[in-house]
């Protein structure tokens, strides 16, 4: 029997069948001083297959043991290392506290062409005490064994020196094959703390 | 039978389907899968001369979502803006930021894009510009804030904005992104303009799970 209310069935088969919300939070990670961040399908809870279509990771508050760290992600497509090969685009727009710098232009040492290396999405992150990125990551269709796999990020950090800097980046995994992992890090030293947030949007 | 479980006593009811709880406990069972994506407050704008979100800011959400849909200015080429509440009652969180604009002219005479040093920050403590708006009958602008962990007490918070609007035949496009600049909380966010009212427009504030 499935619980029917006015001709709509609001639950059956052990699920609700009305949408509850089309953004699902799917895995929370706290770090503290973690070397890197994974979020691989099928192990603790993550999910990161075809039942989404889009994949969101929030990362909130990255705060580096090391000074002027870039953030980073890669993406797994098959094997166990994180090492998909990517092309992708990379601007910033940054301004300084002093009033003295700013800057709007392409970033050539932030793209890939076809580069199996993390890709980065928050430039020269200072580790103050109050210093950290925080942005978003957008996956589109990881499971797709058909097409490339395109990301979008958009990443505010506090760039050391004391300058506020937003990282816009775009690319593709270039790969037919499935992506099932998402891995984030600094370039060097450990995360010494921060929040990321992995959620499914529903089809 | 799909439903399996209807347990009751009095007023207190758990619902199981195919050995699944959904319901008990007044609540939805914690394995059911909901939206992230909650929302907390809606205001709508009338000749007025800000729009103010000062409550329900705080710890619960890691991040905060401000929309704004179909601003509409009395005065043409008017500004919007945003500021936020760092522990008193005034909005003048000490700010940096960085901005930057896209545009097209809707005759395809012209396009733009770069660095805009009129709207950006450097420790200031006033209003952050989002973007100026057109104020025919048709004209508007929409767009979209993020707030990070507004309620941290170690790091700045990181914001993010992007906005669209019909500035006098062109479609204008506004990225800026920065930090309040300080360790207090942020527990308000308020929308003003530079001068004259809102007339019309749609502000939703959302927390995200």
């Known amino acids: 029997m499935a619980v029917i209310s006015n001709a709509t069935t609001i639950a059956d088969a052990g699920a609700f069948s009305v949408n509850l919300g089309s953004m699902v939070l799917i895995k929370t990670l706290t770090l503290s001083n973690a070397a890197n961040a994974s979020f691989v399908d099928g192990a603790s809870s993550v999910v990161l297959d075809n039942t989404y279509s889009t994949y969101i990771f929030k990362f909130i508050n990255m705060h580096p043991v090391t000074d002027t760290a870039n953030f980073l992600v890669n993406f797994r497509d098959g094997g166990s290392a994180f090492d998909a090969t990517k092309t992708s685009t990379a601007f910033r727009s940054l301004h300084d506290e002093a009033d003295t710098e700013t800057s709007f232009a392409y970033q050539p040492a932030s793209d890939l062409a076809q580069g199996t290396g993390y890709q980065l999405i928050a430039q020269y992150v200072g580790n103050g005490n109050d210093e950290s990125c925080s942005g978003t990551l957008h996956l589109f269709d990881p499971s797709n064994t058909t097409f490339v796999k395109h990301y979008i990020s958009k990443a505010n950090s506090y760039y050391a020196n004391n300058k506020s800097n937003c990282q816009f980046t775009g690319g593709y995994c270039n790969v037919t094959a499935a992506i099932d992992g998402v891995d984030f890090k600094f370039a060097s030293g450990n995360i010494d703390s921060g929040v990321i947030k992995m959620y499914g949007i529903s089809k | ?209």
């Open chain 2, 1 to 209: 039978m799909a439903l399996s479980k209807c347990m009751g006593y009095q007023n207190k009811m758990g619902l199981i389907s195919n050995g699944t709880t959904l319901l008990d406990a007044g609540a939805l069972d914690s394995g059911v899968p909901t939206g992230s994506m909650t929302l907390l407050s809606t205001a709508t704008a009338n000749n007025s001369s800000t729009i103010t979100f000062n409550s329900g800011i705080n710890s619960t959400y890691k991040e905060y979502i401000v929309k704004w849909i179909n601003v509409h200015p009395n005065t043409n080429d008017q500004q919007l803006t945003v500021n936020f509440r760092d522990g008193s009652t005034a909005y003048d969180a000490t700010k940096t930021s960085s901005a930057f604009r896209v545009g097209h002219a809707e005759d395809g005479s012209a396009t733009e894009i770069g660095y805009q040093t009129g709207q950006d920050l450097a420790q200031g403590t006033g209003a952050q510009s989002i973007h100026y708006t057109a104020n025919q009958n048709e004209a508007s602008s929409s767009g979209m804030l993020h707030l990070f962990d507004p309620s941290s007490t170690t790091f700045i918070k990181h914001y993010i904005i992007v906005n669209s609007s019909d500035r006098n035949g062109q479609c204008e496009q506004q990225y800026i992104a920065g930090y309040c600049n300080v360790t207090a909380a942020i527990d308000g966010i308020q929308l003003a303009t530079n001068e004259n009212t809102i007339q019309t427009g749609t502000f939703k504030l959302y927390g995200i799970k």
